[in-house]
């Protein structure tokens, strides 16, 4: 799975499409927490990220949503900015 962002002890991940499934998503690592977030909705469907984790997500997610559903489109992961 590749990386795309590293900040604040938070590793950013996704997986290429075809070994995916929809709807378009990021994981989210904070030592042995994971989480999932929807990347148009912008909410955690699965996981167990603590609260400050996700609130600090969900703003790196806002800041890079469109190249986040980009990468998910075309398959084509590349390193984001960290938060």
Not at 22 to 32: D, K
Request: proline share 7%.
């Amino acid at each position: 799975m590749p990386e795309i962002a590293r900040f604040y002890g938070i590793v950013i991940k996704m997986f290429f499409k075809p070994k995916e499934h929809e709807p378009s998503h990021i994981h989210a690592l904070y030592g042995e927490h994971i989480g999932i977030f929807n990347i148009k909705t912008l909410k955690m469907t699965e996981g167990d990220l603590p609260k400050k984790a996700q609130e600090l997500v969900i703003e790196w997610l806002m800041q890079y949503q469109n190249e986040l559903q980009s990468m998910w489109d075309t398959q084509n992961i590349s390193k984001l900015p960290p938060l």
